[in-house]
């Protein structure tokens, strides 16, 4: 996988995370409605029981029962249902056993009963049973009937009413008692005296114990505000910390009546339900994608920070819980929705979403201002609508950057020679170029039909048998060993004929790539070059040993003309004038045939890259002036003027000096042979960063441009005099030094042949002079 995958794999990879996230934190937060929901009708359910306990207590043994559709569920007073269900001789405290009793005792009764649940009729009646007699009062509620009932059992009648209510509120499990306009109890049930932790009510008067101060204090409001006073306490009872609600109701004659319910589980799950809100809250002003949760009114109760950086829309607007109209015709304003033609319509549309029950599918919104979001609704658990936007922007770029660039790479690999295949590491190829279709002979179709490694090979087989060289490939592809993956290239021979050199080479993301290439006609070519190369080889070297044997077999016959010349011109009065002359003519022209053969041999010599320079510190005025003392005898008889012009400040370079004056003789040779009597030769020399130039200037006939292309090929000079190599050598030489040589002249105008040198000699090699360099 390259760079740009693993960036779009990055990108969609946060998108996914924050939607899970927002997804996870929705999920919780509905969780949590549910939960508080249940915990809410708990609440009412227990207050609906302390404003029945109540009544109960002024009742002293009634039971209050809801029916709904015939089917009776007890609300309160389950010891008074119990003395009821007695009292008519029933064997199971159950209400709906005690409402079937009840119609069932007298005809005249089910028709009140009936008139109650149906038509929402009060009644009142008495039905006599075989321990007691039950009273029955009827009222209707909405769509529900209660029914209060009470029953006197045939030994209790006689009991004075105290012990009766005492013994209700000591079956009670929760502490309860009386207390006096202060606040102080004046009697307790059994729960209070246990919850305190002593026998009676003194002691605990004498120990200075109370349920709680907070308890006391909600009682006293009770008695001086002459209403009735809650409070949840948070308060600790056997051994942990427990919640209770405390209730006082102002009693008629005086007092007040306080009775508990323990809400340690509803507190509880109160808290946990606060934290997992705020938990949400905060998972969802974390995430990046804006959130905004309407209400059933379509009013904003909950947006995250990322909503108002996202539409540029001010928090302290957003706080005063504008609806979602409002905020759709805000954004209108600013050119921040996707644009239409009929703006009432989309609008309708968008908020006729509430009536959905289930989840819509997502949206894309095309800004004017070039953002792409995508839109996520979903239903709330408590009514109205969450709302999820997110930026894709940036991903919907790098997609179609990373399509371009698989485009681009695909139609690189087509322009390609060689075939090149890519394959997972599961063998699945992932790519191929059309070299690699034709080179062996199959179809898009087939290809795409064989989808792994041994179905391409089925493909290949037929053009290389060798099974082993794909089970080797194959150990390349699949094998995840980092040491087996490692890059292979080879060649091997195909059915038709062909040398194939193929090459493997791992990718990043897993993948191996193997590349074939067929090199027929260059193994074939190198086989030409390496036979040609070796004729040239032995070429050379029967040149060199025909240059050395022919100039061995002329040096010695040279040697003895000159030498027979000098003694014939030295022979003073033995030969005539003329005779002389003649002998100083072979002298000179066997000395010219001499230095030409030298020259012939140093070519040669460094042709076969075996001139070795012998370096040493040349003092550059010095060799200038040697060089023109050497050259005044040639000159003087044709009145040729040398004028030496040597830069004080040259001083010395590091070079050979013996090839240094040969390339300024062959300069200074050249520049008398082509400059008329009367004439001036110029040699000079000047320093310049980091080289040395050595110039000669003649003020002869020039060189036509057609011949300073070539002026310094081999035999180019021949027809301005000698066998044309001195120029030759002259750039031979230089170059051996690092150096290069320039030509400045115009016909007619003279010639200036510059020489620039390397203050320290770098010895290197011409590829034209067929020496390595």
């Not at 002593?198 to 009682?219: I, N, P």
């Not at 087939?446 to 090979?457: R, S, T």
């Not at 170059?735 to 030509?743: I, R, Y």
Request: with cysteine; aromatic share 6%; glycine share 8%.
């Amino acid at each position: 996988m390259n760079a740009h995958e693993l960036m779009l794999a990055a990108a969609a990879g946060a998108v996914c995370l924050a939607i899970s996230a927002a997804l996870w934190a929705f999920a919780q937060r509905r969780a949590a409605d549910r939960r508080i929901a249940e915990l809410r009708a708990r609440i009412r359910q227990l207050e609906l029981g302390a404003e029945t306990a109540q009544a109960s207590a002024e009742a002293f043994d009634s039971a209050l029962l809801a029916v709904e559709d015939g089917h009776a569920l007890l609300a309160s007073g389950e010891e008074s249902l119990g003395v009821c269900c007695e009292a008519l001789g029933l064997a199971e405290a159950d209400p709906q056993f005690l409402l079937n009793a009840l119609m069932r005792a007298d005809p005249d009764h089910t028709r009140r009963l009936r008139g109650l649940i149906d038509r929402g009729e009060a009644c009142a009646f008495e039905v006599k049973g075989p321990a007691g007699v039950v009273t029955v009062e009827g009222r209707a509620a909405g769509a529900l009937a209660w029914l209060r009932v009470s029953a006197a059992l045939g030994e209790d009648q006689g009991l004075p009413t105290a012990p009766r209510f005492a013994a209700f509120l000591n079956a009670r499990q929760c502490p309860a008692w009386i207390a006096a306009a202060d606040g102080s109890p004046v009697w307790v049930n059994a729960a209070w005296l246990k919850t305190v932790g002593v026998a009676s009510l003194d002691e605990a008067a004498q120990r200075g114990l109370t349920f709680d101060k907070g308890a006391d204090t909600v009682a006293s409001e009770a008695a001086n505000l002459g209403q009735r006073r809650e409070a949840v306490r948070w308060l600790s009872a056997d051994g942990r910390r427990r919640a209770f609600l405390i209730a006082a109701q102002p009693l008629e004659g005086g007092g007040v009546g306080v009775w508990t319910d323990d809400l340690t589980d509803l507190e509880e799950a109160r808290e946990e339900t606060k934290r997992n809100v705020e938990a949400h809250d905060e998972i969802l002003n974390r995430i990046d994608d804006a959130v905004v949760i309407f209400d059933r009114a379509k009013r904003v109760s909950f947006h995250n920070t990322p909503l108002a950086e996202l539409w540029g829309l001010e928090p302290a607007w957003l706080t005063e819980r504008p609806t979602h109209g409002e905020v759709l015709d805000r954004l209108r304003q600013r050119r921040r929705l996707p644009e239409t033609a009929d703006y009432a319509k989309w609008k309708a549309a968008e908020l006729g979403r509430y009536e959905q029950l289930e989840s819509a599918p997502d949206d894309m919104w095309s800004l004017p201002d070039g953002r792409t979001l995508r839109v996520v609704r979903q239903p709330h658990p408590r009514g109205g609508l969450l709302i999820l936007f997110s930026d894709i922007t940036g991903e919907l770029k790098m997609k179609a950057q990373y399509n371009a660039l698989i485009q681009v790479q695909q139609a690189t690999l087509d322009k390609l020679s060689d075939a090149v295949a890519v394959f997972g590491s599961d063998g699945r190829i992932r790519l191929h170029n059309e070299s690699f279709e034709r080179f062996w002979n199959i179809t898009p179709l087939q290809l795409e039909a064989a989808g792994d490694f041994e179905g391409v090979v089925e493909l290949c087989v037929h053009k290389l048998h060798d099974m082993g060289f794909w089970r080797e490939l194959k150990g390349r592809v699949a094998d995840p060993d980092p040491a087996a993956r490692m890059p292979m290239t080879g060649e091997v021979q195909t059915s038709d004929d062909r040398m194939v050199e193929y090459r493997t080479r791992p990718l990043p993301d897993g993948a191996t790539l193997i590349a074939f290439t067929d090199v027929t006609d260059a193994r074939r070519l190198e086989s030409a070059l390496a036979d040609r190369e070796q004729a040239l080889s032995e070429a050379e070297r029967l040149k060199r040993d025909f240059v050395g044997n022919v100039s061995y077999e002329l040096r010695t016959p040279l040697t003895t003309i000159i030498g027979y010349s000098e003694l014939l011109e030295h022979s003073g009065d033995a030969l005539p004038e003329r005779a002389r002359g003649y002998a100083a003519s072979v002298k000179t022209a066997a000395t010219q045939l001499a230095r030409s053969i030298d020259d012939v041999l140093d070519m040669a010599q460094i042709d076969a890259d075996e001139m070795a320079l012998d370096l040493s510190d040349v003092n550059v005025a010095d060799l200038l002036l040697e060089t023109a003392s050497r050259w005044h005898h040639e000159a003087e008889p044709n009145k040729i003027s040398i004028i030496l012009q040597p830069a004080a400040d040259v001083g010395t370079i590091r070079g050979d000096r013996r090839r240094l004056a040969q390339v300024l003789d062959h300069l200074m040779e050249n520049a008398i042979g082509q400059t008329p009597a009367g004439g001036t030769v110029t040699l000079a020399a000047r320093k310049a960063v980091g080289e040395v130039q050595l110039q000669v200037s003649d003020t002869g006939r020039g060189i036509p441009f057609h011949v300073q292309a070539h002026i310094f090929d081999r035999f180019i000079g021949r027809e301005r005099g000698g066998p044309g190599l001195g120029l030759a050598l002259v750039k031979a030489l230089t170059e051996l030094h690092g150096g290069w040589v320039a030509l400045e002249s115009e016909p007619g105008a003279g010639a200036t042949f510059t020489c620039h040198l390397p203050e320290e000699a770098q010895t290197v090699s011409q590829p034209e002079l067929g020496f390595a360099r």
